[in-house]
């Protein structure tokens, strides 16, 4: 993949030989990197569509930080890489040069995170993909703290969060897809499950999917890439 510098954007960029079919961005997961998703590009590529991976804030080499793990780490800089990168997609796509009905999104654990903040603000993208990511960001914060045994959100972050979270607003038509390990102690799946309530009785959404992987802790498995690939062939 070639790495592209636009500003303070970073992204790598891997296209077919033929006129693609789609656009479609990767997110990765927090403390990940672009690396991590060499092969399941190569394999996009192979099937016609033209691969974008961002660096995200925060990881990679955008202001990295240290010990991405560490609890006080994570809970300083999670939700920042979130809404940082949900608020520049409009300034790549920009940069990319390819219409919101062109682009599909896809990513794993944060970066699921992020496709479905994006789709939200965005509702004329072709549609999205979250694996063990969350489309319930208030729900799956409050989870989060009960679980550290932490305070209770206070006004300001409740509010931020709020104003980011895809349950708050109409979702747009494209194409949905929700992937979770069954056994996944990392990301609630109430967040998923919340979000798809939200789609498919709220609002009747036609294109929204729904998948639990049995036995599957929170992992992008070659088995979840598979229902990837077989959705994207589905609907573009």
Do not use: C
Not at 78 to 90: L, N, V
Not at 158 to 165: P, T
Not at 215 to 220: K, L
């Amino acid at each position: 993949m070639k790495r592209i510098m636009a500003g303070e954007l970073i992204y790598h960029l891997a296209e077919p030989a033929s006129e693609p079919w789609k656009t479609v961005v990767l997110y990765h997961g927090w403390g990940g990197r672009v690396e991590s998703y060499q092969a399941f590009a190569e394999i996009l590529v192979g099937q016609g569509f033209r691969v974008v991976v961002p660096e995200i804030v925060y990881n990679d080499t955008r202001k990295p930080v240290k010990n991405p793990f560490e609890m006080e780490t994570v809970q300083t800089y999670f939700w920042k890489a979130i809404t940082e990168s949900i608020e520049e997609f409009g300034a790549l796509q920009k940069v990319l040069g390819v219409p919101e009905t062109e682009i599909v999104l896809v990513g794993s654990s944060m970066g699921g995170f992020i496709a479905a903040g994006i789709f939200a603000r965005h509702p004329r993208i072709a549609g999205f993909a979250s694996i063990n990511g969350s489309g319930a960001f208030v729900l799956t914060e409050q989870i989060f703290r009960e679980r550290q045994d932490r305070s209770k959100m206070d006004e300001q972050t409740a509010a931020l969060l709020k104003g980011f979270d895809p349950m708050e607003v109409r979702p747009g038509k494209g194409a949905v897809l929700l992937i979770n390990g069954e056994l996944d102690r990392t990301v609630p799946l109430e967040g998923h499950a919340a979000y798809y309530r939200h789609l498919t009785e709220e609002f009747q959404h036609q294109q929204a999917e729904s998948k639990i992987f049995k036995g599957t802790g929170h992992r992008f498995t070659s088995e979840m890439e598979e229902a990837v690939l077989d959705w994207l062939q589905e609907f573009t």
